[in-house]
C-alpha cells in the first residue's frame, strides 16, 4: 500500500465518473458444490466480468472476518486499523444518527438488578420494544442532562438502546459500564487514561440518577452500557483523494459510515430501481458513487441459500442501467463474504471487477468467486481499490520523476 | 498482517482440532524440467490439493533465504523481524537444551594459538569428535564457574561445541569473541550496550581461565566464541492464540523452536509412522498439532534429488493415517524450499494447501509450486497461515461492529 501522504500527493481532480457497487456479503461457500454466485443466473454481470479485469479482494487479511465498519473503510481507501469505528457509534450509525465530534456513543442495556446492586438479569427479561420506547421516553425527560453535558436516549429492539452524550471535551477511553453477567453486581465505567477521567465521573453520576429514577419500572430497573466510542477524525475522501462522493444506500449504517468520510448522502427509495434512478439523477453532480445492495447479506444471515441466490439475479438485472450512465470506471465487489453455510459474516475473499477504458480484459467469463480469482488483479488487499479506481479514471499522477 | 493485539482480542477456543504439517525443506527446482514434488508419485498428497485450497508462501520475503529458526516463527505466527533467535540459541536447541532466560549462549570453536595469542588455525586442525569430547569433559571440569556464573560445555562435532553461561541478568548484547580469520589475534568479547558490560567482563575472564587451563592441549589450546544469544521473550501460541500446542518432530532442534513457543513436545519414535501414531494417541489432548517431517531437506542439502522424492513419496503415504484423524484443519505446506539443485536452503516460495469444511475447492490438483500457485491463496506470507487456520477452525471472532 502507498502512503498516505505520497497517494494524496499524486491525487488529480478531473470529470471522469467512479461508481462502486458494493453487494453486501457477495461471497459464499459451496453448497453441492456451488456457492450462490456459481447457483445464480447473472448473465450481465457474466457479461461484464469478460470485458473486465478480475480478482479476489481481501477486506482486512487472511482469515479476519471483518464487521461492517472495518470492511467499509476499506473500501473507501482508508486502513481500518488505523481509524477504528467503535461499538457505539456503529450502533448510533444503525439507527440513523449524524454524530459530531462532541459526541460520545455508547450501547445500552436494560437490565433487572437487586436492592444491592446485583443483576438479576442482563436483559430485563427481554421487555418489548414498546415498552422499552416508554421508558426511554420517560428516563429521556426525567434526565436530560448530567453536570452540563446533553443526554439523548434512542430505543432499539426489546431491550436495547442506544446512548449519546454530547459536550466539550468528552473522551472514549472508558470500560464498559457493564459487568457482562448475571450475578455480578452493576459497576460503572472506569477511565482508561488520565484524559477520560471527567467523562467517567460524569457517566457514573448518570448512572447513578437512572438507577434512582428507574426504581420504579421493574423489571427495567436498570441500564448497563458498553462500547463507548466517539467518531475517529478522518480525512474526508475529498480530502484526501480530491473526489465528490456521494452515497446510495438503503440502511442507515452504511449511509452513517460514508458520511464519517464525508460523502454526500443522497435520498433514495426502497428498491433496486430506485437506487438506481437516484445514481442517474446526481450523475452529473458527484464524481465517486458508492451503490450498497443489502439484501444479499440478509439472505446469507439467515442461512437462506435460495434466497441469496435471488438477491444476486435481481442485483444483475440493474446492471444494464448501470452501464447506461456510462461510467468512466465501474466496479462491483463485496464487503466481506456472508456464506449461507455460515449464516454470519466470514473471513473468505470476494470477487471483484473492475470495467474501464484502460485494462486488459483477462479472460474472466463468469463472475464469481473460483473464476475472478484466475483474474488479472489476483488477490489483494480490499484498501487498494481505490487507488485503482482513481487511477483507470486518469486521476493519479505519476510517482516520481 | 493484522496487528497482534487485535487478533489476541479477536481469538476464543473450542474443540476444533488443527494440525500443521512441515515438509522440510519442501520446495523444490526443476532438474530435466520437473522439479522433486512434480517427478514424485504423490497420489494421496494431489487428492487431498483436489478438495482444499491451495497457494504458494514466502517464509520470510521475496527473495530471503530463511534459517530453520525463522521460517518455522513465521508458520507459527510469529513475526521473525521481531523475534530474533540468535545463533547460539540454534545450536543449543539443536543439541535439545532447554534453555531458561537465565541462559547466555553462544557457538564454540576450539582453535590452535600461537605464545602471542595469534589464531595459527580456527578449527584446530578438525581434531576429531572424541577428542573434543574428551577436551570438553577436561574443561568442564577445570572451570565450572566464573564470578559466580556458570559454565556448561557441550562438545559437537570436529572442533565445535556450544557454550552456556547461566546466571541472573546475563546479557547478549555482545560482540564475538572470535576474529573470524586465521593470522589474527584472538580476541574479548565487547559489550554492544552499557548494560551488557558485566556479562562482557564475565566471559572474557571466562576466556583467560581456559587459555591457562588449555595450554597443554596444543592443538585444541584455545576457544572462539560467537553468535551470543539469549532466548527471546517470545508470548506463547496459548497466551496469543489460546491453543493447546502440542509437536511431534524427531530432530531436537524443531522440538526446541516449539518449545520456545510453548508447545508441548510429545514423546515420538523415529519414523514417519511413529510421528503420525504419536498424534493419534494425543489427539484428544490438544488443538493444535506441528508435525515435522525431515528427511526431504536433508536429501536437498546432499543434492540427492532422487532421494528427495523418494522422501515426498513416503510422507504421502502417512497423509491418509492422518485424515483418518478427522482433524478440522489440516495445513500441508514446506518452512523453506531445499532444491537438490542448490544443495541448500532457498528463498523459493513452497506449496502450501489447507483443508477444512469451510472452503471453496479451487480446481488445483496436484501438491506441487506450479498447481498450487494457481490455487485461491495466491502467494502471501507464511505468517498468515496461523490467522486462517483459527478461521477456518472458527477461533476467531469479527473484527469490529
Not at 436494560?110 to 414498546?130: K, Y
Not at 430501481?273 to 440478509?298: G, I, P
Not at 470476494?350 to 486488459?360: A, C, E, Q, V
Amino acid at each position: 500500500m502507498i502512503p498516505e501522504e505520497i497517494l494524496r500527493s499524486l491525487v488529480l481532480q478531473n470529470d471522469s465518473k467512479l461508481v462502486m457497487v458494493v453487494i453486501d456479503g457477495l461471497g459464499g461457500l459451496p453448497v453441492r458444490g456451488k456457492t450462490e454466485l456459481e447457483t445464480a443466473k447473472i448473465p450481465n454481470l457474466d457479461r461484464l466480468a469478460s470485458k473486465s479485469i478480475c480478482g479476489l479482494i481481501d477486506p482486512i487479511s487472511y482469515g479476519i472476518t471483518p464487521g461492517s465498519g472495518p470492511s467499509h473503510l476499506a473500501l473507501f481507501g482508508y486502513d481500518p486499523f488505523q481509524y477504528e469505528i467503535g461499538r457505539g457509534v456503529m450502533e448510533a450509525l444503525g439507527i440513523g444518527l449524524t454524530l459530531t465530534k462532541d459526541d460520545l456513543t455508547a450501547r445500552g442495556n436494560f437490565a433487572t438488578i437487586d436492592e444491592n446492586g446485583v443483576i438479576l438479569d442482563r436483559r430485563a427479561g427481554r421487555i418489548p420494544t414498546e415498552k422499552n420506547e416508554e421508558i426511554c421516553q420517560f428516563l429521556q425527560n426525567e434526565v436530560r442532562e448530567v453536570d452540563g453535558v446533553r443526554v439523548s436516549i434512542y430505543p432499539g429492539k426489546e431491550h436495547r438502546f442506544v446512548i449519546v452524550f454530547q459536550g466539550e471535551g468528552l473522551r472514549d477511553e472508558l470500560t464498559d459500564a457493564d459487568p457482562q453477567k448475571d450475578g455480578l453486581r452493576v459497576k460503572g465505567t472506569d477511565s482508561l487514561t488520565p484524559e477520560a477521567q471527567r467523562t467517567a465521573d460524569i457517566v457514573n453520576n448518570y448512572l447513578k440518577k437512572v438507577r434512582e429514577v428507574l426504581k420504579a419500572f421493574h423489571p427495567a430497573n436498570m441500564v448497563l452500557l458498553r462500547g463507548f466510542s466517539k467518531v475517529p477524525d478522518i480525512p474526508s475522501m475529498s480530502e484526501r483523494f480530491k473526489l465528490r462522493p456521494a452515497a446510495i444506500a438503503t440502511y442507515p449504517m452504511y449511509l452513517g459510515l460514508a458520511r464519517l468520510v464525508g460523502m454526500e448522502v443522497l435520498k433514495t427509495g426502497e428498491t433496486l430501481k430506485d437506487e438506481v434512478e437516484t445514481l442517474k439523477s446526481h450523475f452529473d453532480q458527484y464524481d465517486f458513487f458508492y451503490l450498497h445492495f443489502k439484501r444479499t447479506d440478509s439472505a446469507g444471515e439467515d442461512g437462506d441459500f435460495k434466497k441469496k441466490v435471488r438477491a444476486l439475479e435481481e442485483i444483475d438485472q440493474i446492471i444494464p442501467l448501470i452501464l447506461r450512465l456510462r461510467p468512466d470506471v465501474l466496479v462491483v465487489t463485496g464487503d466481506h463474504s456472508t456464506p449461507a453455510l455460515l449464516r454470519s459474516h466470514s473471513w473468505h475473499p470476494n470477487p471483484i471487477l473492475l470495467y474501464s477504458k484502460y485494462i486488459r480484459p483477462d479472460g474472466v467469463r463468469r463472475f464469481t468467486e473460483r473464476q475472478c480469482q484466475k483474474g488479472e488483479l489476483g488477490r489483494f488487499p480490499a484498501m487498494e481499490i481505490l487507488p485503482l479506481m482513481l487511477a483507470n479514471g486518469l486521476k493519479l499522477k505519476k510517482f516520481g520523476a
